[in-house]
């Protein structure tokens, strides 16, 4: 069983918007600080953004404004919302807590062209 399951990707126009969802497979309430990553081929694995327990939200530079992260206290699910999406956010999304360890899900491809 993944840890981790993401989805809500798709393919958008430049400009749209997407919501992710990353679905832990047991409680992510005492894990203090989860974060939505992307990697594209031939890179690296990059945070995004993340989220500590208590709500405080930390972002990249190159989607400040334009994303924002949230988690469902109560369950087990961290969302990424994305908008004005660029053609250089394609890539695949995960989910991990920050600073990552263990397993990786296997992500949810967003593709942002015209």
């Known amino acids: 069983q993944e840890r981790f399951v993401e989805s809500g990707g798709g393919l958008v126009q430049p400009g749209g918007s997407l919501r992710l969802s990353c679905t832990a497979s047991?409680?992510?309430?005492?894990?203090?600080?989860m974060g939505w990553y992307r990697q594209t081929p031939g890179k690296a694995r990059e945070l995004v953004a993340r989220?500590?327990?208590?709500?405080?939200?930390n972002y990249q530079d190159f989607v400040r404004v334009r994303f924002t992260i949230s988690r469902d206290k109560a369950g087990n699910t961290v969302y990424l919302q994305m908008n004005s999406l660029e053609p250089e956010d394609t890539a695949v999304y995960y989910c991990?807590?920050?600073?990552?360890?263990?397993?990786w899900g296997q992500g949810t491809q967003v593709t942002v062209s015209s």
């Open positions: 991990n807590p920050w600073p990552a360890w263990g397993s």
């Open positions: 047991e409680s992510i309430y005492n894990i203090y600080t």
């Open positions: 989220i500590r327990a208590d709500g405080v939200t």
